[in-house]
């Protein structure tokens, strides 16, 4: 594939999906917290590709909690960077902006009240889809039962949402004052970048019509870092697994019915962003069968490269 024609392959796809799919609705969470300048960085990207989005996420930097799950409590502290006061309801949203909500508890519950509570009040239904991330930092490999980006989207396809994690190398826990105080700095960047590729990878996903994923199974999708990938139309996306499996046999895809691992994918020198597919329940690889089917409908639109060790 020459990835020099993305770029216009996906602004034709953009204006022809907008067309025919142009009420899509997403909710957006995270573990990193609901005021991190990354999720509104995706927030804002989001919305700019047509999609309509509300936010569920936690209060406070959740990172690392996997599934956890417990009943929201009234604050005791502030939210992340001082966005509430202590005292404030368990969930809450923005008093400007009403669709970004919190949720004094973990990833899994900030997801749940965005699929049950949220999306409802805005949508009148329970949402298409769901985006969780991206995360300040990769996960990778079979450590991501840890992750809580992983784990929202797991609880999302539980739910029969289908649903996305992503994740990102070159982030930091910072403010989303940021993105307007800092907007030449690396993190700001990245987190223009890594949104943008997301509303991207997103919009191609959802433009094929029938069921956007098998139920109950999601992705895993990590971007590198940008320091040798300035820009959105560098990155290519390559079909991996989570865990190093040679007993395995995969999908064929690239000559080859053994995909490559995505740690390895995204730590190599080039722009190669890795795309996993994950059984929800259990947030390991899945079979041959699944994996084709979502190698089908990325490479439907010529999303999907080889990767070259």
């Not at 009240?113 to 991206?134: E, H, L, R, W």
């Not at 929202?152 to 930091?172: C, D, H, Q, R, W």
């Not at 019509?209 to 199974?217: K, S």
Request: with cysteine; charged share 15%; aromatic share 10%.
């Amino acid at each position: 594939m020459k990835v020099i024609a993305l770029g216009s392959l996906v602004a034709t796809l953009v204006v022809s999906t907008n067309a025919l799919f142009p009420f899509y609705n997403i909710v957006l969470t995270n573990d990193d917290g609901w005021a991190v300048a990354m999720i509104r960085a995706q927030n804002a990207a989001l919305k700019a590709a047509g999609f309509n989005v509300v936010l569920s996420c936690p209060a406070q930097n959740e990172s690392g909690t996997g599934s956890t799950t417990a009943a929201p409590t009234v604050l005791n502290i502030t939210c992340e960077y001082d966005t509430c006061a202590v005292g404030s309801p368990p969930e809450g949203y923005n008093a400007s902006d009403p669709r970004l909500n919190y949720v004094n508890a973990y990833p899994v519950d900030s997801v749940r009240y965005g699929i049950q509570t949220v999306a409802p009040k805005f949508f009148g239904t329970k949402p298409d889809f769901v985006v969780s991330g991206p995360n300040v930092g990769n996960n990778l490999g079979p450590g991501i039962t840890r992750s809580g980006t992983v784990g929202a989207a797991s609880e999302a396809a539980k739910e029969g949402i289908p649903s996305v994690a992503f994740s990102g190398n070159t982030l930091s826990q910072i403010s989303y004052t940021t993105l307007e105080s800092e907007p030449t700095s690396d993190y700001t960047i990245a987190a223009e970048i890594y949104s943008q590729l997301t509303a991207r990878f997103t919009r191609i996903l959802l433009a094929v019509p029938g069921p956007i994923l098998p139920y109950q199974i999601s992705l895993n999708v990590n971007y590198p870092s940008i320091t040798n990938c300035t820009s959105a139309d560098d990155y290519k996306f390559v079909l991996t697994r989570i865990a190093t499996d040679p007993t395995a046999t995969d999908v064929y895809q690239c000559g080859t019915d053994h995909l490559p691992q995505e740690t390895a994918v995204v730590q190599s020198e080039g722009c190669y962003a890795s795309v996993s597919v994950f059984n929800a329940t259990t947030k390991t690889d899945v079979d041959a069968g699944t994996q084709a089917f979502v190698r089908d409908k990325l490479a439907l639109f010529g999303l999907l490269t080889c990767y070259d060790e």
